[in-house]
């Protein structure tokens, strides 16, 4: 095709593009996805029975801190990533701080029990399938992150799928919180950051396949 | 004549607004642009070259929503450009080093738009003057080390430290301004 027909066939369609489109389309694939997973939640796993009790106490909101926050800070670096010229990352360094401070409860925790206990505190009741859990329901935000990438140009492959595995990792940890009974800091921060890292690195691994453009 | 930023990006800001007429005239405006692109650093057949327009008007169109309005037109363009570009000798299975978006953006006549640039005179200010001038001498004027020490009545080592310890200086200032 002359390049000057293709011109005149691009320029037959030409949506109007508003200011911050680019963030919108990366919220809307996480908001499609969350979605999913939590349609899965509810009839795979079922809310906690406890749920509207857990909500008015300290553990829940914890947890949800704790991976809303990690969520954030990827959502904005994958939207960074979503351009061919990024912008400087170093905002992911504000990662540190959620994960520090929880590690500062669980060394609360750790005081205030006994020693003996300290282990089945870590390992909880479910600490076998939480990471792999936490990394099933970030399939589905994975996915819609995919889409959003479909008019996005990332340059960065290995880095927008690390970055997107990141979010959707946390996200999908953020909606686990509503199944998940576990109220120790030391639980969550090993198992739960241990699924959502899992998600980044299969994002990583998979990014230059699946985000090539 | 190569379009100015300023006029491209006004045209790139029409299209995202709706406009077809402004988004015809960019796309215009770019093909002798990447045609110019590809073949300083592809030295393939036309139809590669052509090829490799082609994907890049369609990616310029359907990922335009990668753009920030905020942000230098060319830059966008040409990291579009070079990633095209990237992903052509990997399908071919080609490595050839490929110069940084702020090299790109340099060669391709928009210093401007790369935020590399640096102002020369600017910077030695901020130096002592023996090493500013030693600096100035050797690295910008051409001179070679014996010349650059009898014009400045110093040792030949004293250039040389001189220099040293003045790009030492340079790097870690431009390092601070753009982190």
Redesign the interface.
Known sequence: ?N??D???A???D????R?G??RR?ILAGVGAGGLVSLLLIALGLGFRPDLWIAMHGFAFWMKWAYTASLGLVAIAATIRL????PA?L?LLWLLAIPVLLLAGLGIGEMAQKPAREWLAMWLGGSWQICPWLVLTLSVPIFAGLLWSFR???P?RLRATGAAAGLAAGACAATLYCFHCGEASALFVLTWYSLGIVLAAGLGALAGPRLL?? | MQASEEQLRAWMTGGLDGDAAAHIALLRALTPMLRGFYRRRLRGAEDDIEDLVQETLIAVHTRRASYDRDRPFVAWLYAIARYRMIDHLRRRRVTVPVEALDEILVSEGFEDAASARVDIARLLAGLSPKQARAIQDTHIEGLSIAEAAAAARIGESDVKVSVHRGMKALAARIRGVRP
């Open positions: 095709m390049t000057d293709l011109i005149r691009l320029a037959r030409v949506p109007a593009v200011r489109a680019l389309r979503a351009r061919p010229d400087p170093g008019r996005l140009a340059t090539r453009w």
